[in-house]
Every structure is written in structure tokens, then in C-alpha cells.
């Protein structure tokens, strides 16, 4: 079955960089994504990547891919306290459903 | 307004009530799901809609059933609570069609069940 594993916690200080990891299971996930859930909300779509794709930049956002690893990351430059959040990536599978990971929740320490 | 309202925000019941959770969309979405959400365990997928007349079940849907209403709404019950169904519940609606960003899904703001 499917698997997305990610780390469950995560602190960095205000304007250092962030990186959180993911890894997934299904290699043929055209696309992968990175959603954000803030407190006492629904989540939203913060990017996605193509799997053809190594890189993708997007403003602070900068999402790395590693196929052959079956490794994702997110990472975050300039983290403000805005950021503290929970982060899920996902991976598609199925009849185009999504498999969300645990969720790694962010903190920004002032 | 909310694109996708869930009701009740906040639910406490007692072990073996019927609970009904209700979801409504205003964004002329064919899909919609029913996730729920545990500390640590990230979400997992009860049932899902591809229309009216199409319900699935996903990972966990053992002691839920759902109804798909109309396109705007999906409403998931409990017919007999049990302590361990005490989550966070979001209702969630996408227009996939395999296009370039067909994974973006919309939560509603989710609804908080706590069964005793």
C-alpha cells in the first residue's frame, strides 16, 4: 500500500531556513505536493512538482525531488513566524485520489 | 463566504449516538471526500464522490456510511459512535481531471468530533 512518511516536528529560528523531508512509496505519482494547515483550519495547496521535474522554485518555496530516491523536500528561506504551520506532502494514487503523509509541524522560534 | 462549509464546527456525543456531519460546496466541484485527521497520523481518506451517483470507499470507511445529496452536498455519519472516531473531520472538494494542478483539493474548515 501506499506510504508517505515525514518527520513529525520541526523548530528553526526566525530568518533561518527551513527543509522539511518526505519520503513516498509510489514511483509512478505523476505529481507530488506540499500542503500547509494552519491553526484551527482546512488545508491548502502551498505548491506541487511534476515528477519529471528535479526543481521548482517558488518565491521562498523551493521543492526538491529525488526520484530515485523516492524523496521530496520543502524548503523554506526566511522562515518568519507566519510559517509555523503544519506541512503535508502527498502523493497521488489510485483512481486520482491523494495519500497525505503525517504532517510535520513547524515552529518558528522569535 | 466559505467555498466549503462544514456544520457542526464542534460536535460532543456520547458512545452510540448517531452523528451526522454535513459539507456544502459553492465551488461547482463533481468531487468531494471525507478525510479524517489524527495527531501524527496525517489524514486519512474515509469516502470520496466522483458525482452524484458515484461513492467510494477509501482507507478507513469501517463504521461511517455517506451520502452525496447533490453536487453541492456530501454529508458522512456515524450510526453508532465509538470513542476511537474521536478526530478531526474535513470535508474536501477538487475538479481533477488529470490536468497540471488536478491534486488541489479544498478543505472546508473541518469539524471537531469528540465522542465519550
Known amino acids: 500500500g501506499e506510504d508517505v512518511e515525514q518527520s513529525l516536528f520541526l523548530s528553526v529560528r526566525e530568518g533561518d531556513s527551513s527543509v522539511i523531508n518526505c519520503t513516498y512509496t509510489?514511483?509512478?505519482?505523476?505529481?507530488l505536493y506540499w500542503y500547509k494547515q494552519e491553526p484551527g483550519a482546512g488545508l491548502q495547496l502551498l505548491t506541487y512538482i511534476f515528477s519529471n521535474m528535479d526543481m521548482k522554485q517558488d518565491q521562498r518555496l523551493t521543492v526538491l525531488l529525488n526520484k530515485k530516491d523516492k524523496h521530496l523536500s520543502l524548503r523554506i528561506a526566511d522562515t518568519q513566524t507566519g510559517d509555523s504551520a503544519i506541512y503535508f506532502c502527498?502523493?497521488?494514487?489510485?483512481?486520482?485520489?491523494?495519500?497525505f503523509g503525517t504532517g510535520t509541524r513547524l515552529t518558528v522560534i522569535p | 463566504d466559505a467555498d466549503v462549509t462544514q456544520t457542526p464546527r464542534n460536535r460532543i456525543t456520547k458512545t452510540g449516538k448517531r452523528i451526522m456531519l454535513e459539507c456544502s460546496q459553492t465551488k461547482g466541484h463533481d468531487r468531494m471526500y471525507w478525510y479524517r485527521q489524527d495527531p501524527g497520523l496525517g489524514l486519512q481518506l474515509i469516502y470520496y464522490s466522483f458525482d452524484v451517483k458515484d461513492i467510494n470507499k477509501g482507507e478507513i470507511s469501517d463504521g461511517y456510511s455517506v451520502s452525496r445529496q447533490a453536487q453541492a452536498k456530501f454529508s458522512l455519519s456515524l450510526e453508532s459512535a465509538i470513542p476511537n472516531q474521536t478526530a478531526l473531520y474535513f470535508c474536501?472538494?477538487?475538479?481533477?481531471?488529470?490536468?497540471?494542478?488536478?491534486?488541489?483539493?479544498?478543505f472546508g474548515e473541518g469539524s471537531r468530533l469528540t465522542v465519550l
Open positions: 502527498a502523493e497521488i494514487y489510485g483512481a486520482n485520489n491523494l495519500f
Open positions: 474536501a472538494t477538487s475538479d481533477f481531471k488529470g490536468d497540471r494542478v488536478g491534486g488541489e483539493l479544498f
Open positions: 509510489d514511483s509512478s505519482s505523476t505529481y
